[in-house]
């Protein structure tokens, strides 16, 4: 799977002036220039049964273009492992799905910029909430100088994740996958279980 995101719903994530604090570097090389995003995946997705859902890591990697006078020039490569939970059911013969993100962690795989602060990514993913970075939850937040120009690249990674990787997968599941039937049998009232490690 490969997909190319120009559009994202903050539109400034993919310019290079939103990313002056965060790789000065890259704004200093390409000022004011468009940008645009590359996601493939990397390897398999690792399927976990619980006892409750059903468990999804997808490993992809993110590189970031700029567009310059027509020219497409890639800059950087983030390596994106995501954990998400997958709900199941039984759509007619077919088994369909939805994943909800639950987390994910990040680490630079090459750059012509300079380097990302993806050690911070790392650290305030489980804490962003968009507004505010919090060490503590529960604590009124202090937000340190570093982690303030390392939001730029968690807005992009997560933004990517949520509003594009993830529900370009739920169009697929949402089809479903033939399940094997016998001819003149077919699905009726059918109800997941749930067992580690298989489901019935």
């Known amino acids: ?9 903050d539109q400034n994530l993919l310019n290079t002036a939103e990313w002056r604090f965060v790789v000065p570097q890259l704004y200093k090389r390409y000022p004011n220039d468009d940008m ?6 990397s390897s398999l997705p690792v399927i976990q049964v619980g006892y409750q859902d059903i468990g999804a890591t997808l490993s992809v990697d993110i590189t970031i ?19 998400a ?6 759509l007619g013969n077919n088994i369909a799905g939805r994943l909800t993100l639950q987390n994910f962690s990040a680490y630079l795989k090459w750059s ?46 997560s933004s990517t994740l949520k509003t594009v990787v993830l529900p370009y997968l739920n ?6 996958f033939p399940l094997p039937t016998i001819d003149g049998y077919g699905f ?13």
């Open 188 to 200: 009726q009232n059918t109800i997941i279980l749930y067992n580690y490690p298989w489901i019935s």
């Open 65 to 83: 273009d700029v567009l310059e006078g027509g020219e497409v020039i890639p800059v950087a490569c983030i390596s994106v492992d995501v954990s």
């Open 171 to 176: 169009l697929q599941l949402k089809n479903g």
């Open 112 to 157: 012509k910029i300079g380097k990302l602060h993806i050690h911070l990514i790392q650290v305030m993913a489980a804490n962003y909430d968009g507004n505010s970075l919090s060490a503590n939850r529960g604590k009124a937040p202090y937000i340190y100088p570093t982690q303030t120009r390392a939001v730029g690249s968690l807005s992009l990674i």
């Open 1 to 9: 799977m490969q997909i190319i995101i120009d559009e994202l719903p």
């Open 36 to 41: 645009q995003i590359n996601i493939s995946v």
């Open 85 to 90: 939970s997958c709900g199941v059911e039984i």
